[in-house]
Structures are given as C-alpha cells and as structure tokens.
C-alpha cells in the first residue's frame, strides 16, 4: 500500500513539473564553478585515505578523504574532512589588498531537495601577513564581479522554505565578510 502511494505522489510531482511553463533554475555544481576572477585551483590531497575499499556503490568509491590540502605549494588544514571527488578550490583576492584569499567548496548534500549544498571555507587575509578562515553553508554557491570586486553569492532557502535568497556578500580590507546585497530568488527561470 505504501509503495502504491508513494508511485502516485512521484506521478503526481512529475505531472506538475511537466506541466510548468518554466523550467526550474538550474545551478552550476559549486565545485565546477568558472569564472575568469575567480580561477579554479589543483588540489593536492595531504595523507589522503580511501575509506571505501570495500564499497561496491558510487559516488565515492576509490576517492581519498583528508583535512589537509595543499593547493600552490601552500599546506591548508581544514576544520573538516573532504572527499577528493567533492571538494573544489578557487583562488581570487576578494578583498583587494593584493593577496590571494581562498576558497574551499565541499559538496555535503547530495539526495532530493539538498543537492548541492556545500560548506564554503574561506581563507581571507589579514593585515600584518596572516589569514583567517570564515566558514558558511550555501544551498548553491556563484561569484560576481561587481563594483570592480570580486563577491560570492550564496543562494539559501528563506524561512518559508519556499522562496530561495540570494546574497551576495563582500570582503573588507580587515577580512570581514559584510552583506552586499540581498534578494528574493525565482525557483522558476
């Protein structure tokens, strides 16, 4: 009985979709993002393991987990553990004083309404040669260029659970991350 249910919802969920005169957004995966500003790095894997060696299902059979990448030459311990096949690296200066800051996405959700939610960790520099790490989450993540600044949007569902919020946010000279702006998102292109 249950299974018969579940069929009839599934049919009714396509239905409704089929029938829509737009198309639902469509997001870019947050670790294969390409923006010229924002430029994608190579990912070294630091005393990666392979924890699925008996695994016999995708996604992440064969594929290494670490909290330490090394990424140019520089060695980053994350406050997490990765998998290689979900982590992506970018390299920009987000906050414009002349060095390079960056940005860690890793993949976190991967079924039904949370698929490509991601944790964000950004490596921002601060004056006097140091970096602090920001980390947030992001139903979906891009980045523009605006006001000739480098920004990161992060799309988020509102309290409703029915609109999505686009924010995009700005790095200060201190390292801050400040809201530049912020707006409703159309679910519907």
């Known amino acids: ?69 090394r990424v140019d030459g520089r060695l980053f311990t994350l406050p997490f553990e990765v998998c290689e096949k979900f982590v992506a690296c970018y390299r920009a200066d987000l906050n414009c004083d002349g060095v390079q800051d960056y940005v860690f996405v890793h993949v976190v959700g991967l079924n039904g309404r949370f698929t490509g939610y991601c944790k964000v960790l950004v490596y921002i520099s601060l004056p006097g040669g140091r970096h602090d790490r920001l980390l947030f989450g992001a139903m979906h993540l891009e980045a523009v260029m605006e006001e000739g ?41």
């Open 149 to 189: 600044r480098p920004m990161l949007v992060k799309y988020d569902w509102s309290d409703d659970d029915i609109t999505l919020i686009r924010q995009v946010y700005e790095f200060d000279a201190k390292g801050r991350m400040r809201l530049h702006k912020a707006e409703a998102a159309p679910v519907w292109k």
């Open 1 to 69: 009985m249950k299974s018969k249910f579940m069929l009839f919802i599934l049919c009714c969920c396509t239905t409704m979709l089929a029938a829509a005169d737009e198309p639902l957004r469509s997001f870019p995966w947050p670790t294969e993002l390409e923006y010229e500003f924002l430029p994608k790095r190579k990912i070294e894997m630091v005393n990666g393991v392979v924890k699925n060696t008996d695994a016999r299902a995708l996604p992440d059979i064969d594929e290494k987990y670490s909290s330490e990448l």
